[in-house]
């Protein structure tokens, strides 16, 4: 019968013990019992805060992200802006070439129909729309472009 008297006892304390423990880790989340709580103002501005130091401690880190993903676009922009533009130079360097070998004694051009539309639309692109009686194309390298009215093109596809 000592045994469980001993038994008893040695639960007793420790719930006691655990029992303590847990009303003073309340009384510390609580803070001091003879204050009032905080009011909803002051529970939001403590959060605004807590977030405002969290953010501080990652903007270094955010914008390096977003330097490095604008950098990376700006070059995948030039890369394409710079396929266009030698595309437009070498159209041009090919209409460029049989205008000169076309004109015959009397400086006339010998162009024909399809050599002029040949030349104001690079070779691949496809027909898209008509904006404002303008075709829109679009061409390899996935950049629009619109023909002016005044283009055979133009006038051929959006002559309604």
Known sequence: ????????????????????????AQEIERGNPF????????????????????????EPELKNDIMKRVNESQATLEIKLRKRIDLVAQNIGTAAAPAANGQNANGQNKKTEEEVKASSI????????????????????????????????SVANCSK
């Open 1 to 24: 019968m000592k045994n469980y008297r001993k038994t008893w006892a040695a639960a007793f304390l420790t719930a006691t013990v655990f029992q303590t423990g847990i009303s003073a």
């Open 35 to 58: 204050v009032a709580p905080p009011s909803w103002a002051e529970e939001q501005a403590r959060l605004d805060e807590r977030t405002r130091i969290i953010f501080r401690e990652l």
């Open 122 to 153: 690079p070779e691949g692109s496809t027909f898209i729309s008509c904006v404002n009686k303008e075709a829109l194309y679009r061409d390899p390298l996935n950049i629009l472009f619109k023909v002016p009215k005044d283009d055979p093109q």
